[in-house]
């Protein structure tokens, strides 16, 4: 068992494990869980745990070199730490959702990463900033309707102050928005920048084509008229270029 075969057996089982730990999570914190329907989705919850932390040791098992490997893998271990950024894996996953030519598929694929980040980390933080916010003393945001409202003009940097987060924690969840809003302003520039420049680049490429075209044409052209010119002088008479024919003998 290598590494990369093992990748490729756990990839959509993980894929769906990050699905069912936002499903259980949303779930818990929207319909504000009591009792036993608390405990069955933290549950779930705690099985996605072991799913992903199975997963991180087996791979690092796998790895020929352990050292570097644990350095290129810290995102893997924040996902094992930090349960909320599971279903960041669900990005990579519509990421092969498209498959296109190499300029197009690397901007589709900017496109997905950054638009699907933005989408799953406001509903993440949502539901982060609702569940950490709700029973806090002088809290504004306490239902989801304020929580999304307030993420996406957080991470639109607008920033009204409406509402805002008065715990630590919520306030934690709020630089990570506005960070992601930053970055995803940037990669959205970048990606019409490379739009501009590839239409640029076939607009160029086609004028160039244009005029090796009227180059061979006027080649051609002459290849004619040389040819013309070599043929013996009593062809002339049957060209439509003479004026009238022969008169008949009597």
């Not at 989705?41 to 040791?57: G, P």
Request: proline share 5%; net charge positive.
């Amino acid at each position: 068992m290598t590494e990369q075969r093992w990748q490729r057996i756990t990839y959509w089982p993980l894929v769906i494990a990050s699905l069912a730990f936002l499903v259980a999570y949303s779930w818990q914190v929207i319909a504000n869980l009591q009792g036993s329907e608390y405990a069955i989705m933290r549950t779930v919850m705690a099985l996605t745990w072991v799913i992903f932390a199975v997963d991180y040791l087996v791979r690092l098992a796998l790895a020929p070199r352990k050292a570097p490997w644990f350095r290129g893998h810290l995102f893997d271990l924040t996902v094992v730490i930090l349960p909320v950024l599971r279903p960041l894996r669900l990005i990579q996953a519509m990421t092969e959702i498209q498959k296109m030519s190499k300029g197009d598929a690397l901007r589709t694929q900017a496109s997905i990463l950054a638009g699907g980040t933005v989408l799953i980390l406001i509903w993440i933080c949502s539901l982060g900033v609702l569940d950490v916010e709700r029973g806090a003393p002088g809290a504004n945001i306490l239902n989801f309707g304020d929580a999304i409202w307030w993420a996406f003009v957080t991470v639109t940097t607008v920033g009204y102050g409406d509402f805002y987060p008065v715990t630590v924690a919520g306030r934690v969840i709020a630089v990570v928005l506005m960070t992601v809003g930053i970055g995803v302003v940037g990669v959205v520039t970048a990606t019409t920048a490379s739009w501009f420049v590839e239409r640029a680049a076939a607009v160029g490429g086609n004028d160039d084509q244009e005029t090796a075209t009227r180059g061979q044409i006027r080649a051609l052209s002459r290849q004619l008229e040389a040819a013309v010119k070599g043929l013996p002088q009593d062809v002339e008479k049957v060209l439509p270029g003479r004026k009238h024919p022969d008169p008949p003998q009597s």
